[in-house]
């Protein structure tokens, strides 16, 4: 069957369905979304552990790591406000923690789901499901999508068909394939970013051990960005949010030998067990622990302030040898303040893309134009969400991101 429309929108995730959306509302012609899988969502469904993570109250451009262009024109036509003013307007009221993290209301990441497919709906806006792209071109005026049983001809088509980001949620890289064979469109490297980093220093005794403190990525000799938070120790490396956020340049770096866009050669992680602490006041804690301790096994030493297998960890790394607490150096004491605020780890392999929330790298503003998000050489072809060379941290800035591209590509379809 030939199905004729005024937009197609490729993929049913949060930026499609906000881009469909917003497209429906404009009343200038029928709009359907076209979906690979058959749900809309899955990947919204799983976000913030189900309780969708929505957006932040502190929205910055410092939270968003790729493409400037795009990131300013996308915030600047997005703010938190008008995030909430959508939400309002599907249906939902907004609720934040103390670190401005914004949830719906219920907690729920099915309200969002649910109340933007009832959107849809009322705008008579139809998803097809299941369909797999055979072709995608652009003969004449109007683009071609060819699929199982039936051919569409839309005027726009708006790409947002997400990254290959935890493929156990659908994602692929199929349409990154799609865009190179019809149009030609190269897209920036792409890794996993969001996740957990594999470290060479192994430790299996603290898999499952966390630890409040401060990481810190270090390229050479330069701090390239610095978090705090909970850090959780496994038996590849570290996790933990402050560890997600700092992924994406490791992954940078073990993939193209950059940190941040800098050449460098090496990285490493450093974590301050102690950070509102000096080392010298460690030092003189301690000093009180060697007595406090005294008679006891060394691996004790620390485990008035850790849990006692990361205080036997720390105390292996300096190789204090078996002595009891009491006959520890001062060497030996300064080396356990130094380890507590510089216990190190050097990254080693690239990141499972399984266990990313989301991708760096994608289309950048070689091939959309900023303010429209529309291809500079196919007209009225939008690509938006994390198919974009845009990624922020963690804290509702990814989809606060899919939310605002996809609105904003939908803006200027003609
Ligand atoms: C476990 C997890 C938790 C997360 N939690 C949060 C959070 O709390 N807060 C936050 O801000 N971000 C979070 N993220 C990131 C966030 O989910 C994504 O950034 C966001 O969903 C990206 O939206 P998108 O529309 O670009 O892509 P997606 O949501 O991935 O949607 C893309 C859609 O396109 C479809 N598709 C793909 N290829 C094709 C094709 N060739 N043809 C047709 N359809 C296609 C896919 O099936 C999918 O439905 C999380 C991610 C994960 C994996």
Redesign the pocket.
Same mark, same amino acid.
């Given at each position: 069957m030939n199905i004729k429309v005024r937009t197609a929108v490729? +993929?049913?995730?949060?930026?499609?369905l906000a881009a469909a959306i917003t497209a429906g509302e404009k009343k200038s012609g029928k709009t359907i979304i076209?979906?690979?899988?058959d749900r809309?969502?899955?990947?919204?469904l @799983?976000?913030?552990n189900g309780r969708?993570?929505?957006s932040n109250l502190h929205i910055s451009r410092d939270n968003y790591h790729g493409d400037r262009a795009i990131i300013d024109r996308v915030l600047s036509n997005y703010p938190y406000e008008r995030a909430e003013r959508m939400c309002n307007s599907l249906g939902f009221l907004l609720r934040s923690d103390s670190e401005g993290r914004v949830y719906p209301m219920s907690n729920r990441s099915d309200t969002v789901l649910d109340c933007m497919l009832r959107k849809l709906r009322s705008l008579s806006v139809d998803i097809m499901y299941g369909?797999?792209?055979r072709f995608l071109g652009k003969p004449d005026d109007k683009f071609c999508i060819v699929l199982k049983n039936d051919t569409v001809y839309a005027d726009n088509i708006i790409m947002?068909? +997400?990254?290959y980001?935890?493929p156990h949620?659908? *994602?692929?890289k *199929? @349409?990154v394939k799609?865009m190179y064979d019809s149009f030609g469109f190269k897209y920036n490297t792409m890794y996993p970013a969001l996740c957990p980093v594999i470290c060479r220093e192994k430790y299996a005794s603290l898999k499952g051990v966390r630890a409040k403190g401060s990481v810190s990525l270090i390229a050479d000799d330069n701090i390239i960005k610095t978090e705090s938070g909970e850090i959780q120790f496994n038996d590849t490396g570290l996790s933990g949010i402050c560890i997600f956020n700092l992924s994406g340049y490791v992954n940078e770096f073990l993939l193209c030998g950059t940190a941040d866009g800098n050449n460098c050669k090496k990285i490493k992680i450093s974590v301050d067990l102690m950070p509102d602490r000096h080392e010298r006041d460690i030092i003189g804690f301690l000093r009180k622990c060697r007595r406090i301790f005294s008679g006891e096994d060394n691996t004790l030493l620390l485990s008035g302030l850790f849990d006692k297998k990361l205080s036997a960890v720390l105390m292996k790394c300096i190789s204090a040898g078996s002595v009891t607490c009491e006959k520890l150096s001062e060497d030996d004491l300064r080396k356990a303040a130094h380890i507590i605020k510089n216990f190190e780890f050097t990254p080693s392999r690239i990141s499972d893309v399984r266990n990313a929330?989301?991708a760096a790298g994608g289309y950048g503003s070689s091939i959309v134009e900023p303010a429209t998000l529309m291809c500079r050489k196919v007209r009225n072809l939008f690509i938006?969400?994390?198919?974009l060379d845009v990624y +922020?941290d963690c804290g509702?800035?990814?989809?606060?991101f899919?939310f605002g591209s996809?609105i904003m590509a939908a803006e200027n379809i003609k």
């Amino acid at each position: 069957m030939n199905i004729k429309v005024r937009t197609a929108v490729i +993929g049913a995730g949060a930026s499609g369905l906000a881009a469909a959306i917003t497209a429906g509302e404009k009343k200038s012609g029928k709009t359907i979304i076209i979906e690979k899988q058959d749900r809309a969502g899955r990947k919204l469904l @799983a976000t913030g552990n189900g309780r969708c993570n929505i957006s932040n109250l502190h929205i910055s451009r410092d939270n968003y790591h790729g493409d400037r262009a795009i990131i300013d024109r996308v915030l600047s036509n997005y703010p938190y406000e008008r995030a909430e003013r959508m939400c309002n307007s599907l249906g939902f009221l907004l609720r934040s923690d103390s670190e401005g993290r914004v949830y719906p209301m219920s907690n729920r990441s099915d309200t969002v789901l649910d109340c933007m497919l009832r959107k849809l709906r009322s705008l008579s806006v139809d998803i097809m499901y299941g369909e797999e792209i055979r072709f995608l071109g652009k003969p004449d005026d109007k683009f071609c999508i060819v699929l199982k049983n039936d051919t569409v001809y839309a005027d726009n088509i708006i790409m947002a068909a +997400g990254s290959y980001a935890a493929p156990h949620l659908g *994602s692929d890289k *199929s @349409a990154v394939k799609l865009m190179y064979d019809s149009f030609g469109f190269k897209y920036n490297t792409m890794y996993p970013a969001l996740c957990p980093v594999i470290c060479r220093e192994k430790y299996a005794s603290l898999k499952g051990v966390r630890a409040k403190g401060s990481v810190s990525l270090i390229a050479d000799d330069n701090i390239i960005k610095t978090e705090s938070g909970e850090i959780q120790f496994n038996d590849t490396g570290l996790s933990g949010i402050c560890i997600f956020n700092l992924s994406g340049y490791v992954n940078e770096f073990l993939l193209c030998g950059t940190a941040d866009g800098n050449n460098c050669k090496k990285i490493k992680i450093s974590v301050d067990l102690m950070p509102d602490r000096h080392e010298r006041d460690i030092i003189g804690f301690l000093r009180k622990c060697r007595r406090i301790f005294s008679g006891e096994d060394n691996t004790l030493l620390l485990s008035g302030l850790f849990d006692k297998k990361l205080s036997a960890v720390l105390m292996k790394c300096i190789s204090a040898g078996s002595v009891t607490c009491e006959k520890l150096s001062e060497d030996d004491l300064r080396k356990a303040a130094h380890i507590i605020k510089n216990f190190e780890f050097t990254p080693s392999r690239i990141s499972d893309v399984r266990n990313a929330q989301t991708a760096a790298g994608g289309y950048g503003s070689s091939i959309v134009e900023p303010a429209t998000l529309m291809c500079r050489k196919v007209r009225n072809l939008f690509i938006c969400g994390e198919l974009l060379d845009v990624y +922020g941290d963690c804290g509702g800035y990814n989809l606060h991101f899919a939310f605002g591209s996809g609105i904003m590509a939908a803006e200027n379809i003609k």
